[in-house]
């Protein structure tokens, strides 16, 4: 037979005593008088069978049986607060529109909708493909997951993850048609993301800026690069977020053990008066914890040798792995919309 609990209004009279320092305080705090607080304490500790202040000082003290008691009370007070806060919340349902750059919308934000509306099945989800900073002022809407610097005037933004990127390829291409060097991308086509800096960059990094290029396609975002080196078609460059999946599944492999960061990260941002409504907090709360909730960190599925003054790669058989580890200094550039 489990044991009978005190009773309620002497210990929100104790709890109370000890957070605010004083029986006054708590009598205040309560609504009831001075004299009501010291005689639910006396009950308390007749109910109990013992002390749990210790008379006579200037200073409120409670005994060892008292500081005991504390943390239990304190405790179940405070998750009682808190489940109440929750059951008078506004009902999350209704519609939420969401423009998010292309690469992270297709590759890392679809695969993951199902956990958000599974939660929360009474909101219903528009997406739109876009890194246009139109949206941020547009009425229509909501949330915005952007690239960029964050610098969006009269926004409500916060930083959700900065990225490194790097070559990727498909294991299928690889085995065909190895890459034994850097030197060996000179015979692959080079897939782009944006204007070409990006590549410049890594290529900079890896002692290579000078290689002799082949075959390069120009993208209008770093969605259609991947895709394209998914499919087999050549080399792209992939990031620490959107390509995390890919490469985890072993569709991508990442043939050389050098990053670069990006310049840029990725923001949520949304208008200041759309920040506090329901739906758009539990969206922005549950696109920071799926992101604490991402991969591992990556090991490189291949490792960097030294000859001579030139880094070359000669990879390890393509490993499932996400993004490697060494990293270089990148130049300013704004990409991977």
């Known amino acids: 037979m489990a044991s009978r609990l005190p009773p309620l209004n002497p210990l929100r009279a104790f709890e109370a005593t000890v957070r605010r320092g004083s029986v006054s305080a708590a009598a205040r705090e309560l609504s009831v008088t001075h004299g009501a607080i010291s005689h639910q304490i006396r009950a308390l500790e007749e109910a109990l069978g013992m002390a749990l202040f210790e008379r006579g000082g200037k200073r ?12 239990a009370v304190t405790n179940a007070f405070g998750e009682i607060a808190a489940a109440t806060a929750l059951m008078r919340q506004p009902e999350t349902r209704g519609e939420i529109t969401i423009a998010c750059v ?3 919308l297709s590759l890392w934000l679809l695969p993951r909708l199902d956990t958000f509306t599974d939660q929360f099945p009474g909101v219903r989800v528009s997406l739109i493909a876009s890194n246009d900073a139109d949206h941020l002022r547009s009425l229509d809407t909501d949330v915005c997951v952007f690239y960029g610097d964050g610098n969006w005037p009269d926004c409500w933004t916060r930083l959700w993850s900065n990225i490194q990127l790097f070559p990727v390829a498909s294991p299928t291409l690889l085995n065909s048609r190895p890459l034994r060097s850097v030197r060996d991308l000179a015979d692959h086509t080079l897939f782009h993301g944006d204007d070409g800096r990006e590549w410049n960059t890594w290529l900079a990094a890896a002692d290579a800026i000078d290689m002799v290029r082949g075959s390069q396609h120009f993208m209008s975002d770093a969605r259609l690069s991947t895709e394209a080196a998914l499919h ?4 792209a460059l992939g990031d620490t977020i959107t390509a995390g999946n890919l490469i985890a599944r072993g569709e991508l492999v990442v043939p050389f053990d050098l990053t670069v960061p990006a310049n840029h990260a990725f923001y949520v941002a949304c208008r200041q008066s759309a920040r506090q409504t329901p ?4 969206f922005i709360d549950w696109l920071f914890a799926s992101l604490e909730e991402a991969l591992p960190e990556p090991q490189a599925s291949a490792r960097m040798l030294l000859r001579g003054r030139a880094r070359t790669a000669e990879p390890h058989r393509p490993l499932p ?8 200094s990148s130049p300013q550039r704004k990409t991977r919309a």
Do not use: M, N, Y
């Open 60 to 71: 409120l003290k409670l005994t060892p049986q008292g500081a005991l008691l504390l943390p």
């Open 102 to 104: 292309p690469a992270l």
């Open 232 to 235: 087999g078609h050549g080399i």
């Open 279 to 282: 739906i758009v907090k539990v």
């Open 321 to 328: 792995a996400p993004a490697p580890r060494r990293t270089a």
